[in-house]
């Protein structure tokens, strides 16, 4: 792992390798149910612990996550991002720090949006961030329910998606006819 502007990246071998980052972010996660989560009441422990769709967007790895506790996409850069460590935040200060789920909130431009995402430190997966998309899984009776339910979401999205696209394209066609309306003699 490479130390640079205080921010702590991934190593080569988890960098390059799928299985091996998700191995890595599998492992640390069960760690934190063995230990400074567990008895937590808030668990719901019907759920497993499963990263996902891990792929590459531009610098970098990002993958869905589901433990107990939350669903979240996890983003991990290539390199060591122009952003300051806040406070209390460094790889060292962090090392024997409490787990907090979310960390403090950055904003950052992902594929030409800017993205807000939570920081988070483990000393075997490095600085990384992490957007929640549930952390409330208490009514989930197994991981297939909060794919579908996530699935279910996208699938909103992306029909809302095409109808402002329709909207759109429309409240353009009506602009134009009342604009040239306007300029007919008579109007």
């Known amino acids: 792992?490479?130390?640079?502007?205080?921010?702590?990246t991934l190593g080569p071998d988890l960098?390059?390798?799928d299985e091996a980052l998700s191995s890595m972010v599998l492992e640390?996660?069960?760690?934190?149910?063995?230990?400074?989560?567990a008895g937590d009441p808030s668990l719901?422990?019907?759920l497993?612990?499963?990263?996902?769709a891990l792929r590459r967007i531009e610098d970098w790895r990002v993958l869905l996550l589901l433990t107990p506790w939350m669903f979240a996409r996890l983003l991990f850069p290539d390199r060591p991002?122009?952003?300051?460590?806040?406070?209390?935040?460094?790889?060292?200060?962090?090392?024997?720090?409490?787990?907090?789920v979310l960390g403090p909130m950055l904003?950052?431009?992902?594929?030409?949006q800017v993205q807000r995402a939570h920081l988070n430190y483990h000393s075997r997966l490095g600085h990384y961030l992490l957007q929640p998309i549930c952390l409330d899984l208490e009514r989930y009776a197994d991981p297939e329910a909060v794919f579908e339910d996530w699935n279910q979401v996208i699938r909103t999205r992306d029909e809302n998606m095409e109808q402002a696209r329709r909207d759109c394209a429309m409240q353009k066609e009506i602009s134009r006819r009342e604009l040239f309306r306007r300029l007919k003699p008579g109007a």
């Not at 792992?1 to 702590?8: D, I």
């Not at 497993?48 to 996902?52: E, G, H, K, T, Y």
């Open 107 to 112: 904003s950052l431009e992902l594929l030409g």
């Open 15 to 17: 960098t390059e390798d």
């Open 28 to 37: 640390v996660h069960r760690s934190l149910l063995e230990g400074p989560l």
């Open 1 to 8: 792992m490479v130390l640079e502007s205080g921010w702590q």
């Open 44 to 46: 719901n422990l019907a």
């Open 81 to 100: 991002l122009d952003i300051d460590i806040p406070p209390g935040w460094s790889a060292g200060e962090r090392s024997d720090a409490d787990y907090l």
């Open 48 to 52: 497993p612990i499963q990263p996902r």
